[in-house]
């Protein structure tokens, strides 16, 4: 029997069944024939895309967090937020345990996720690969689950509609960037091909 | 020629969690662990545990469900007299307010979803321990949905932050956080971990077996 490089061999990750890689063409994707994972996929200029989304992403980040996220108008009174208000708010409230899990959630590990891509991109852009390159890269991977900007911006909704009837409330400029951050975001884990950004890794100086 | 070959575990063959490239199994020393060639990861046949990690999390967030669910997650103080919410009930003001479509969705995200995925991840388990053959493909694709599904439900954490950072009027109306928050969130931070430590190809292993 011959013997197959494993190269040129993928399992799949939810049903471990072995395939044959083939070479797609841009846009296409590879599924298991077993249970219908995706494979593997092509996708096009996938490192250049993705270096400029995230590049995007830590100014609308910046933006999100240095301009007021919403105020608060009531009987002449004015309560003016940050994006990161909520978890200081629940800290000095005693639940601590909550705070860090928000501000972990919503601001903390987004921001790690912007800086960990850039960090293995830029270098790999110019067939570098930087100090520790995998650990950071895997640590990117392992983050997203845990950065739910899109589930905090859907907070801010039920919490606008509970109060829009008591009070004025102002959205601020952080909040509309909050808002186009979380589509660039998107837009930036969609554009992202992990498997290329290991093969260049690997091909790197 | 089928492009399809048998299973990575059945060739000897480990595949990267992280960056699935395929590894040789080798003898190692007592002691030692294989670690991805190309990525660094520690590489293993399956998820180590899996089963009996899966379960611990799901049992803790079984019990804990119970004061997520019973205890207030946010009290609303105003002139001194307190309001406090249970998830049940925050859901009940937003149908009394007319607010429809939120409520359907804090109802979906906060009571359906938590529920939804303790109930499956446990039939899941069972399942695969009875080594079931009833319609892996379809057990596979319910694992996806329930893993990429359990975020949605921090929304009611989110919520309760922003509004005590905007209701901070003194005596005219303040918002505080209550235990069953602290519950809820550990809720849904342990069933996602329960979630990442079920191994789907668990399912599929026990198709190979009976053959």
């Given at each position: 029997m011959h013997m197959v490089s494993t190269h040129s061999l993928i399992a799949c990750h939810d049903c471990d069944l072995l395939h044959r890689k083939h070479s797609l063409r841009e846009g296409e994707r590879a599924t298991c024939s077993r249970c219908g994972a995706v494979l593997y996929q092509k996708k096009p200029d996938s490192l250049e895309r993705t270096l400029i989304l995230a590049l995007t992403n830590l100014i609308l980040f910046v933006l999100a967090n240095v301009f007021p996220f919403m105020s608060f108008q009531l009987q002449g009174r004015e309560q003016v937020t940050l994006l990161i208000s909520g978890g200081i708010e629940l800290f000095h409230q005693g639940f601590w345990q909550l705070a860090f899990l928000v501000i972990a959630v919503g601001v903390f590990f987004p921001l790690l996720k912007i800086l960990g891509t850039l960090y293995v991109l830029i270098p790999l852009k110019f067939n570098r690969k930087i100090w520790r390159a995998q650990e950071v890269f895997r640590l990117v991977g392992a983050l997203t689950p845990w950065a739910m900007m899109e589930v905090f911006m859907l907070g801010v909704i039920v919490a606008y509609v509970k109060l829009i009837d008591l009070a004025t409330i102002v959205l601020g400029i952080s909040l509309f960037s909050f808002a186009a951050l979380i589509v660039v975001v998107a837009l930036a884990d969609s554009a992202l091909d992990a498997e290329e950004v290991w093969e260049r890794m690997e091909s790197a100086q | 020629m089928s492009d399809v070959l048998t299973t990575a575990a059945r060739a000897s063959l480990l595949n990267c969690h992280t960056c699935?490239?395929?590894?040789?199994?080798?003898?190692?020393s007592v002691g030692c662990h294989a670690v991805c060639s190309r990525c660094g990861a520690v590489l293993h046949y399956r998820k180590p545990n899996s089963l009996a990690r899966?379960?611990?999390l799901t049992l803790a967030a079984y019990i804990l469900y119970i004061p997520a669910n019973l205890l207030p997650i946010m009290?609303?103080?105003?002139?001194?007299e307190g309001a406090p919410d249970t998830i049940m009930s925050g859901v009940k003001h937003l149908i009394e307010a007319e607010m429809y479509p939120i409520a359907l969705l804090v109802f979906f995200a906060s009571i359906i979803v938590p529920m939804a995925k303790l109930i499956t991840v446990t039939c899941l388990l069972i399942s695969v321990q009875k080594k079931s053959r009833w319609r892996p493909k379809d057990r596979t694709v319910l694992y996806r949905v329930t893993e990429g599904i359990g975020r949605w439900s921090m929304l009611d954490?989110?919520?309760?932050?922003?509004?005590?950072a905007l209701v901070k009027l003194g005596s005219?109306?303040?918002i505080e956080p209550g235990a069953g928050a602290i519950s809820f969130a550990a809720v849904v931070i342990i069933t996602m971990f329960a979630a990442m430590s079920f191994d789907p190809r668990l399912i599929w292993d026990a198709m190979e077996e009976k053959r």
């Open positions: - | 699935h490239r395929l590894s040789m199994a080798r003898r190692l899966t379960w611990a009290t609303v103080i105003s002139y001194g954490i989110f919520m309760i932050a922003i509004l005590a005219i109306a303040t």
